[in-house]
C-alpha cells in the first residue's frame, strides 16, 4: 500500500496502459481519477477498480481543450482534494508517410499527445507548486527518441514531450516536483492493434528480449517513478522496450 491517500490523476486511463496503470495504483492504495474521452470505456474502468475496492472516479475530458482540462482538474480537487501524481498517458497515432500525410492528422495528434500534455500539466502544477511537492510523468515514446517511418506527427510529438518533461524537471524540481518520462517500446493495446501482424513480428525480432511489451511492463515503470524509492530522479526518459533502441 505504497500510495496509500496519495491521488493519482490519468489521462487516457480508460484503456490500454492507461487503465493497466489505474489498477496498479489503486492495488497500492492510490485514489485514482480516470479521465479519457472514451466514456463507455471510462465507467467500466472506473466499475472494474470500484470492484477491487479502490477508491476511484471518472471524468469525461478531452486534453486538446484547455477549457476540458480545467474541468477535469476541478472536478479532481473536489473530489479528492489535491492531485499527487500526474500521468500525462492520453495519446493516439494518426499514420502517414510524410507527402501523404493530411494536415488534419498533423494536427489532431499535436494537439492531443503534445498540447494535452502541456495543458495538463500547466494546470495541475499550480498547485503541486502551491504545496511545495508532486509528481508528473509523461508518456513519450522510443519514436520520440529515435524517429518511425510514417510517424512523422507521432515523433514530433513524442520528441516535444521529452523537451518539456527535461524543461520542467529544471523549472519544478526546485519547487519540489519531479517530472520524468517513460518511452515505451511496442507495448500490446488497442494502438498496436492497427500495426499489421508483419510489422509486430519485425519487432519481436528486433528486440533482444523477443517479445512485445505488456501495459503492466509500462506500469511498473509509472508505479516506480512516482515513488520515494524515485526520490532522486528528475527529467529522466526511462525506456522500457525490452531493449528495442538503445
Ligand atoms: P490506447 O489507445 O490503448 O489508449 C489511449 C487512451 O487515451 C484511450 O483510452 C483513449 O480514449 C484516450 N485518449 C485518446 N485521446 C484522448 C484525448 N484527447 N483526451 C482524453 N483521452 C484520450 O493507447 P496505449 O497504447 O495505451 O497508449 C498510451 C500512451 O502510451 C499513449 O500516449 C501512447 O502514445 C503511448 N505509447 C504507446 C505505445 C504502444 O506501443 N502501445 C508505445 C509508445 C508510447
Not at 11 to 33: D, P, Q, R, Y
Not at 163 to 175: F, Q, V
Not at 188 to 205: A, Q, R, S, Y
Amino acid at each position: 500500500m505504497r500510495f496509500k491517500d496519495k491521488v493519482v490523476l490519468i489521462t487516457g486511463g480508460a484503456n490500454g496502459i492507461g487503465k493497466e496503470t489505474a489498477l496498479l495504483f489503486s492495488k497500492n492504495g492510490a485514489k485514482v481519477m480516470i479521465a479519457d474521452f472514451d466514456e463507455t470505456s471510462g465507467i467500466s474502468t472506473r466499475e472494474e477498480l470500484r470492484n477491487q475496492g479502490a477508491e476511484a472516479e471518472f471524468v469525461k475530458a478531452d486534453v486538446s481543450q484547455l477549457h476540458d482540462v480545467q474541468k477535469m482538474v476541478d472536478v479532481t480537487r473536489e473530489r479528492f482534494t489535491q492531485i499527487d501524481v500526474l500521468i500525462n498517458n492520453a495519446g493516439i497515432t494518426r499514420d502517414g508517410f510524410l507527402v501523404k500525410m493530411e494536415a488534419e492528422q498533423w494536427e489532431r495528434v499535436i494537439a492531443i499527445n503534445l498540447s494535452g500534455v502541456f495543458y495538463c500539466t500547466h494546470v495541475v502544477a499550480k498547485e503541486m507548486i502551491d504545496r511545495g511537492s508532486g509528481v508528473i510523468l509523461n508518456a513519450a515514446s522510443v519514436v520520440g527518441l529515435y524517429g518511425n517511418v510514417g510517424q512523422t506527427n507521432y515523433a514530433a510529438a513524442k520528441a516535444g514531450v521529452i523537451g518539456m518533461t527535461k524543461t520542467w524537471a529544471k523549472e519544478l524540481g526546485p519547487k519540489g516536483i519531479r517530472v520524468n518520462a517513460v518511452a515505451p517500446g511496442f507495448i500490446v493495446t488497442g494502438m498496436t492493434d492497427k500495426v499489421p501482424e508483419k510489422i509486430l513480428e519485425l519487432m519481436k525480432e528486433r528486440t533482444p528480449l523477443r517479445r512485445l511489451g505488456q501495459p503492466s511492463d509500462i506500469a511498473n515503470a509509472y508505479l516506480f517513478l512516482a515513488s520515494d524509492e524515485a526520490s532522486f530522479i528528475n527529467g529522466a526518459v526511462l525506456s522500457v522496450d525490452g531493449g528495442l533502441v538503445f
